[in-house]
């Protein structure tokens, strides 16, 4: 089913259509907060504050640029490890997070401010730490559909998912009242079986003709590590980022710290034992060693204690590799799930994990572990506040699933621009690549020819299918 | 015409001398701010500040930290995606910039304690950031003589911009009193003009001979994702790191945060529209996302709302995209201009653009956005300050055109070590470049000779011209 | 000598087994700090502190966070080099420094627990710092048996030596009261003869047959630009992070940005001047322009003065690239030293230099310098604190040969999984490599044939050795 996939004028037209549109809305909607107006030196009077530093932004900045390395660096090179789609990775990651976060301060404004009445959205670092959240999910979800999808089906998803995780955050965090700083719930677990479900609804059935690109080649790897240790080394800012001044953004961080290194020890451990010689996997390690930090987001500001985030992340890393080895295959040959970089072993799991660990500190939180002001007084009882939890684990789960159905339909309709099944994982499709000009880096030639077959772009398997 | 690329005396005597001259005057001239002082403990209690956060240092060294990554690994490895100038890219962007920084301080020390009449330059974290900012519009400049230019001469070059720069930005923040906080004018406006009038000045009449060099390759423009990616991200730190403390800071932070946004869309949606296959172009994605930054520069810290940053970073991203498509050949084509990176685009255009849309803001700036104490008193009225912002951006741009021009007939005397034509954008001039040992990253068989005609550095493209 | 690498039960089980240990560790011996502890609003209170940005947290968050990057990406990307083992290089210094953080808190926690008698080991984010300080000496140690060792002998090598290392530092930081902001002695000359005394002891006689992938690629070498440049932007923040608030903090950050830029210049003049045709080395400008770094640890955060740290940092690059052109090749050629990074030039040395360094500025500590605040009051005269720097020093070195000694013995045994000569600086041995699918990276022509013998992983110098 050859498509066409020349965008000269859809991707266009989408990017300056909802770029005009975010002008439009940020124009009747956003103003800056109090603490980034320059009215801030008469609130300051106001409000009898003495020092600058008591502005927002001296507490949370450098968690929030750390987060902001996560979505773009973090989620963008974590999915160059295809041979043939770095580009595509790290590019429409690119893109999509850049129209994720503008549309997210939107949204999350409106509900955010549908409580205060306020006829701006007022925009600080605490909006801008939120949307680069928002969008982390729609990152995660990206990873399900990596390779199979163009540039404007990404746009699609990250406009209807982005709406749709401020509905179920608000539902979450403001209705429910429940407690997910890192977001294994909002973030992950929805992120997850979103990104899953839309998969499944886009289910291509001749994949195994790309089968070959979707492996990775030795640098590939190289640069995917970098994504790894980006997100593996800021995430205890992520976890830790919106928490409460003081102590619990101090806990997040070590509850984080201490839940990623015990998944890396456990993910190295089953990555080898699952190997009949033994070996690593570059896949569990640049994956699972990341589930720890997502295992330990709801309960990471709680006092969940060091060895208890040590317990997290060790049955995160071995959970997560058993996933990559026996689940992806299982879904993929079974379900119909084709899940590109394994985003329900590292997110999904994980996350679910994650919910459920946050549901069970809360219910055995308790005055005499908080003491009587850190115990949150507005929930009455914390076994209430654990069932709380547990709703808001099932709700994201069924936001998920019924958004992921929906949008899955939406981008299942052929004129997106996507390519087709042998198509896929290939940065061709959408990009111009340069050509390489001889195997290796030798100075060049001009007596000798190229190999010409090996880099022509015009090879058999590759160009029939083309459309342009 | 070749020329004796053999570095051997000349470079070490170069960095010796200058680092010699750098201790000596470091000594003579440079002693701690009392923030860095062991004096501080006094001089708190002197000024009865109560807390240790009250120094300086925590106010800017987040923000430091990562201007000091913009300038190293983000145009370090934005320039890497030549296909082989990676190590000069990256290893002489380190080498200039280490030395360029050391004399950043002491040039910068001077003119700004021409007032104080101080006997020593103090140094504290906000010179080490303005020596960052100094050296980050050397680094444009490189961009447009990259890879054809000695380390020799880049490290002339670097003496004589920092100097003018200094010059420049004294006259303008100090004596004009004009407001610049990311730089469009001084930064980036005078670097991307004085490395363009450097360029015109040693142009290259056969420069076509490396063409094939000129190119990037696969792996090559991943590697520049990283250093774009980096920069992106922290480049609302870049526009926020000397405005003052508070409000103002937080603010340009935002602005810069929302035009770098609205630059990604838009600069996709060119790419793609002026492709004949709607494909994007790594080019593109590398550089004019990058442009929103730019063009918010001075107007970051302003009350320019953040639609307003939004409607900046639409237009730069536009405008950098069309001018890498129709700007870049044209000036080469015509006017001699070899402007490797497009530094033009990038920094020239957005710079002045962001240069009058400081202008305008600071025309309409009143006490009723700033506040009566928030509005610069010292200042008339905002019709004059918007006056001398364009006498600033005009004066950037003279003294870049005067300067590019004395620095390049500098440049232009033959014994610098520079590559003839032909060996351009070719890092074996410079560096002992490893040998390939074989086309993919096989495990050796020493039965196999290795393909010797394409890895050897004596193929007849190259060695020829080559003086030892 | 053909050995047994398939580690399939060796390594899960040593992972699983140290893992286990951690959790039951941390849960016998680990809470939270007061900062970190939901008590925190109390302690607020009892300390009458007004302001939430008295959490130590906020002073030292950022500084942890650059820190963490330097040992994980830094270190991590720095060893990439090799052609061949990339994935080790990075992946497993990820595994030792997982495990090695959680080890050194608890060791370092019980050390300077001693004193306090408390019940628990208090962990805050001063903690994390001190663990990655410990495990930066590991990553150091790393480097010299880089592609010599299996994982599991690097896991029992971080087991020992962080022990020995805590040893030590108490001795020296707690005992002997030395001053070592930046750990010049601590960590890089206790890591760098600790790391050269292993690799002495595990000699091997035959590592000339894997000489070739011993090379860089010009690809690898890019990859270790980028822990290079981490570590070098990073290094401020590490010779500052655990200095005291305020001035010291600001001035350990400055002292160390000089002596980087400085070595910078000096690595490059002498890097060309040793070439006979003037060209530079990769090796010395990814190592020897970090020797500032080092040489500058010690007294980073005493009152060197800018200039007095420039030349340090000129001093230390100039020995440093002398190093890896001389002393590299004569300790492997006399002494059987095989040190794969180099580290004797990057760290031992300047290490040393930097304890000296160190025991001279603090002799000449006086309160005319200090202020009669600043000056320690607790040492009698600076001179008794200079010869207890030396003495600092000297137990340091001592420590190492020793402790390095012991357990090269334990890491000799032959039964840990370690590779052949002829098999060393390989990926293949321990990870599941990806097949190159051809050369460069051209779309797959299904009917040509991949160039077998290049790519196959039993192409006859390889894979007669291996023993599955």
């Given at each position: 089913m050859a498509r066409n996939t020349n965008l000269r004028w859809r991707l266009p037209l989408t990017c300056l259509l909802l770029q005009v549109a975010m002008v439009?809305?940020?124009?009747?909607?956003?103003?800056?907060?109090?603490d980034a107006d320059a009215s801030w030196r008469q609130e300051k009077q106001l409000r009898n504050i003495s020092s600058?530093?008591?502005?927002?932004?001296?507490?949370?900045?450098?968690?929030f640029q750390d987060v902001h390395v996560m979505v773009f660096v973090g989620f963008g090179f974590l999915m160059t490890f295809l041979q043939r789609y770095g580009f595509g990775a790290v590019g429409f990651n690119f893109?999509?997070?850049?129209?994720?976060?503008?549309?997210?301060?939107?949204?999350?404004?409106?509900?955010?401010?549908?409580?205060?009445?306020?006829?701006?959205?007022?925009?600080g670092i605490e909006n801008l730490i939120n949307a680069d959240f928002c969008v982390a999910s729609v990152c995660v979800?990206?990873?399900?559909?990596?390779?199979?999808?163009?540039?404007?089906q990404l746009l699609i998803m990250?406009?209807?998912?982005?709406?749709?995780?401020?509905?179920?955050?608000?539902?979450?965090?403001?209705?429910?009242e429940v407690k997910d700083a890192g977001g294994s719930m909002t973030i992950h677990t929805f992120g997850a079986y979103f990104g899953l479900t839309v998969t499944w609804i886009l289910y291509r059935r001749n994949l195994e003709q790309s089968k070959q690109r979707q492996?990775?080649?030795?640098?590939?790897?190289?640069?995917?590590?970098?994504?790894?240790l980006f997100l593996w080394l800021y995430w205890p800012s992520f976890n830790s980022a919106v928490s409460s001044h003081g102590d619990a953004q101090h806990r997040a961080a070590i509850n984080t710290y201490c839940s990623l290194a015990a998944s890396v020890l456990t993910s190295v451990a089953l990555s080898s034992a699952l190997h009949k010689k033994g070996k690593l996997d570059m896949v569990h390690i640049q994956n699972a060693t990341l589930a720890g930090g997502v295992g330990v987001g709801t309960a990471a500001e709680m006092m969940l204690t060091p060895y208890g985030a040590l317990i997290v992340g060790f049955f995160c890393g071995l959970i997560s590799t058993l996933g990559f080895m026996f689940l992806t295959p299982?879904?993929?040959?079974?379900?119909?799930?084709?899940?590109?970089?394994?985003?329900?072993?590292?997110?999904?799991?994980?996350?679910i994990l994650g919910g459920i660990v946050g549901a069970v500190t809360a219910t055995f939180a308790?005055?005499?572990?908080?003491?009587q002001q850190g115990y949150p007084k507005e929930v009455q009882t914390s076994r209430i506040q654990g069932k709380f939890q547990v709703f808001g684990l099932l709700l994201s789960l069924a936001m998920a699933l019924v958004g992921g159905l929906m949008v899955g339909v939406i981008l299942r309709l052929p004129f997106w621009g996507q390519a087709a099944d042998e198509n896929c994982f290939e940065d061709e499709v959408y990009w111009e690549v340069p050509e390489e000009s001889s195997a290796g880096h030798a100075p060049e030639d001009p007596t000798l020819k190229p190999p010409a077959v090996m880099v022509s772009s015009g090879s058999p398997a590759f160009s029939p299918v083309l459309v342009s």
């Open positions: 439009v809305l940020f124009g009747v909607f956003v103003r800056y907060d109090a600058d530093l008591e502005n927002e932004f001296y507490y949370r900045y450098p968690s893109l999509l997070a850049a129209f994720g976060i503008q549309w997210a301060v939107l949204m999350q404004g409106w509900f955010h401010h549908l409580d205060s009445r306020r006829r701006y959205i007022l925009v979800a990206f990873g399900a559909v990596l390779g199979k999808v163009s540039p404007i990250t406009l209807f998912q982005v709406t749709l995780f401020t509905v179920n955050e608000y539902i979450l965090l403001n209705l429910l492996r990775s080649v030795y640098q590939s790897d190289l640069f995917a590590m970098i994504g790894t299982f879904l993929e040959s079974r379900l119909r799930i084709q899940d590109t970089c394994g985003i329900h072993n590292l997110h999904g799991i994980p996350g308790s005055p005499d572990i908080y003491g």
